[in-house]
């Protein structure tokens, strides 16, 4: 499969810490030209959650972008988003692609050798590489891999490897240069406060 160089991390946290109402932040991303998006609302509220995903699936299909899930195979399935992102400590893949079916997406972060050769066996589309740099926006518990941990993943993964974890603008060449087919990012696509113009910044610099 093919990914957009570009997989904007929509953080429903870091949407509400910056001022932005979480749907109105994945306008501004789609308006900016992301076609593949993550959702990512730690609450306990699952039928809030489950709302706003709906919501997001909407918005998204008319840009012919696609949302992925993080977490939630459950919510991802009845939201009939395109598919879920699932951690180490989350569902197994095998798991959530029996909830998720086989037409749709499964992601897994990998962060240490041992896992991304586990995920070699693993029914899963795209594997995820990280922390590359050092990152407050989400405790993977782990200490930044660097590039040479995105290098290795793609040499050793035979699908497509996202990187993510304190990439920016100026970064994200770098990463892709050392083998990621997509960089995912969170606060940098903020931090300017237009998202929008962010997300068509990085497309510019990506090549799409």
Sequence with gaps: MSLPRLYAVLDAGVAAARGWDALDLGRAFLDGGA???????????LR????????????????HAQVIVND????????????????????????????IGDSGLVGLSTHTPDQIDAAAAAPIDYLAIGPVFDTITKDT????????????????????????????????PAVIAAGASAVAVIS??????????????YLQCLGR
């Design 35 to 45: 076609r593949l998006i993550q959702l990512r609302a730690k609450s306990s509220d």
């Design 48 to 63: 809030a959650v489950l709302t706003l995903a709906e919501s997001l699936v909407r918005l998204a299909e008319p840009a």
């Design 72 to 99: 939630r195979a459950d919510v991802a399935r009845l939201a009939g988003a395109a598919g879920v992102h699932v951690g180490q400590d989350d569902l197994e893949p095998a798991d959530a692609r029996a909830i």
């Design 141 to 172: 518990g782990y200490a930044a891999v660097g590039l040479a941990r995105v290098r290795h993943a793609a040499e050793r993964s035979q699908r497509p490897v996202v990187a993510i974890g304190g990439i920016t603008l100026e970064t994200a």
């Design 188 to 201: 940098d696509l903020v931090a300017s406060g237009d998202p929008a113009a962010r997300v068509h910044e």
